[in-house]
Every structure is written in C-alpha cells, then in structure tokens.
C-alpha cells in the first residue's frame, strides 16, 4: 500500500514504540491519529509529530467507541489501525492474583480485540484494510515471571492468525509483529524512556519493521515478523 494520505490509527503513540512509527509514518506522508491515557502526554506527543491526539483508555469500551467516531468524523475512511497498547508486570507464579491478568489483559488483550472488532467492521465495508497487532517474541517463549505478559501476548498471537482466517476474503490484511527487548518506557511506573544503547533495539527499528510491511503491494502481506537485536549480549 501507498503511505502517503494513508489514514492511520495507532494506539499508545504517546511514547516508545508507538511514538516512533507515527513518527515514521507521519514522515512519508501519512495522516495519523494516537490515542493514549494521560491527555497532557498525548497533546505533547500529538503537537510534536503533527498527529490527530485521541485521550483514550483501550481498556474501556466506551473509550474504543469515541475513538472510532471521532477517527471517522475527521477522515472519514482507516487505512490501518496499529494495536500497538500494551502494559506488562513481572510476577512469580506464587505471588500471582486475579487481578494483574486483570489489569494486564484488559489493555493488551481485551482493548486490542475490541480496537480491532470495530476496524472490521469498517474494513469489511470498504473491502480493503490493515490491522498491525504488536505482540512480542515472549509470545513463543515464556520467561521467569512472565506468566501475565507472556501469556496476553500469546493470545494476542492466536488472535491475530484468528483474524487473518476471517478477515482476509475482504481483502484485510492481519499481520503480528514480535519485538524482542526494545529501551523504551515499558513496564516503568514513571512513564520515562530507557536510555538508548547501541546493541539494544529502538522504537525506530520496529516502526522500520512496521512501514516495510505495510509498503508491500496489498496482494501480499507478513503473517508474523520477529525483530531481534543483532548482538545484546555484548555491552556497549
């Protein structure tokens, strides 16, 4: 597909990974629209790349609602929604409650699924459409304390060849991409980026992974990608 006036929508865009594709995509000719949470964060994030800001909690339904209409009321058409929300929390099995899968799968699970149904919806009308879900190579292989993360990753894998089996008649495309450790503010209470470091991957290499995959003509598209650092076990 052609990035230029494609129209996009990108949840969590206030920081990270999702700051970085806006960026990107924003930088070829896109219109994007980001939600996040904090609506401070995300006029900030929304001033900075020159994108549509949406204060939204893809946790809360009625928050997926608004976000569509008020999506649709300025473009009128989606080109691409990127699930790209997510929270995480490290717990051994022992201390583990109802409520961080709770907590956790609300956003990374729930809110994507709901994010999604209603981009079918419109997908399915227009007969063409792109739905990038941004899952996590923890999602193939679980690691100490990862039971809530790597688990709502691991759904949102199964989701996402779920939707590639029912979407793709109607010309939608499903594509999962799965970041291995990437410096940004994730799993930090205080919001803040981790600092760079040249052997560990960035926001900008997944938004790379992201723009290379929906470039491709729409007769094709990347059912799954996994993006590794080249070497982090050396430190640099």
């Given amino acids: ?13 206030t920081l990270g990974i999702g700051h970085a594709t806006a960026k990107l995509l924003i930088e070829h000719g896109a219109n994007v629209a980001i939600t996040g949470r904090d609506e401070e964060r995300t006029q900030k994030a929304a001033r900075e790349l020159g994108a549509m800001p949406i204060t939204a909690d893809v946790g809360n339904p009625d928050d997926v ?17 990127i699930n790209n929300a997510g929270i995480g929390l490290s717990r051994k099995l022992e201390h583990l409650t109802i409520e961080d899968f709770e907590k956790v799968y609300r956003v990374n699970v729930f809110g994507a699924a709901m994010m999604a ?3 079918a919806e419109i997908f399915k009308k227009q007969n063409a459409g792109n739905i990038i879900n941004i899952g996590s190579t923890a999602a193939t292989k679980g690691y100490e304390g990862g039971s809530v ?3 709502s990753k691991a759904a949102i894998r199964s989701m996402t060849q779920s939707w590639q089996a029912e979407l793709r008649r109607y010309d939608v495309r499903i594509m999962l991409i799965n970041p291995s450790e990437v410096t ?3 799993g930090r209470e205080d919001r803040e980026e981790r600092e760079s470091k040249p052997n560990k991957l960035r926001g900008e290499e997944i938004a790379w992974a992201i723009k290379s995959a929906l470039e491709m003509d729409c007769r094709g598209f990347i059912p799954e990608l996994a993006v590794w650092a080249t070497n982090p076990f050396q430190e640099k």
């Fill in 1 to 13: 597909m052609k990035l230029e006036n494609a129209n996009i929508l990108i949840t969590g865009g």
């Fill in 65 to 81: 609602a608004r976000t569509f209409q008020v999506f649709m009321d300025k473009y009128e058409k989606l080109d691409v929604l």
């Fill in 117 to 119: 149904a209603h981009a």
């Fill in 149 to 151: 993360y790597a688990s």
């Fill in 184 to 186: 940004t503010a994730f």
